[in-house]
């Protein structure tokens, strides 16, 4: 007997990261934006109205001057863009989204950090 399995979701960062994709038979890139990743996938952004839900996208990251290029399936789709799930060809390409995370979370931490000085140093 073929039993589905609740998956939670994994946790997600949000961010605001311009990129481009095509459909994976496509020629031509389109401009979307990451509002949210995670390791499994991630909110793209987007106006095309194109996409629908099992359809294969390539998705272009450009992390600190490394661009990589990774494999995706659209899972849902509403009027402001669609669930993407990555489907990572190598260990490479898993380091890149852990590096990007890596990198807004830090920086968002940096921020907090420095508000809190500006606040002490004021009050």
Same mark, same amino acid.
């Not at 073929?2 to 997600?12: E, I, L, T």
């Given at each position: =007997?073929?039993? &589905?399995?609740?998956?939670?979701?994994?946790?997600? @960062?949000?961010?605001? =990261?311009?990129?481009?994709?095509?459909?994976?038979?496509? %020629?031509?890139?389109?401009?979307?934006?990451?509002?949210?990743?995670?390791?499994?996938?991630?909110?793209?952004?987007?106006? $095309?109205?194109?996409?629908?839900?099992?359809? &294969?996208?390539?998705?272009?990251?450009?992390?600190?001057?490394?661009? %990589? &290029?990774?494999?995706? $399936? @659209?899972?849902?789709?509403?009027? &402001?863009?669609?669930? @993407?799930?990555?489907?990572?060809?190598?260990?490479?390409? $898993?380091?890149?989204?852990?590096?990007? =995370?890596?990198?807004?979370?830090?920086? %968002?931490?940096?921020?907090?950090?420095?508000?809190?000085? @500006?606040?002490?140093?004021?009050?």
């Amino acid at each position: =007997m073929d039993v &589905k399995q609740d998956k939670v979701p994994s946790p997600r @960062i949000p961010l605001q =990261m311009h990129i481009e994709y095509r459909k994976s038979y496509g %020629r031509q890139n389109v401009k979307g934006v990451l509002k949210n990743i995670s390791l499994t996938g991630a909110f793209l952004e987007t106006e $095309t109205i194109e996409l629908a839900p099992e359809d &294969k996208v390539v998705i272009e990251f450009v992390v600190s001057e490394r661009r %990589r &290029k990774m494999a995706a $399936t @659209i899972i849902w789709k509403n009027g &402001k863009g669609c669930g @993407i799930q990555f489907h990572p060809f190598n260990k490479r390409d $898993t380091q890149i989204v852990d590096d990007l =995370m890596y990198f807004v979370q830090n920086r %968002r931490e940096f921020r907090r950090s420095l508000l809190d000085d @500006i606040f002490k140093q004021a009050g």
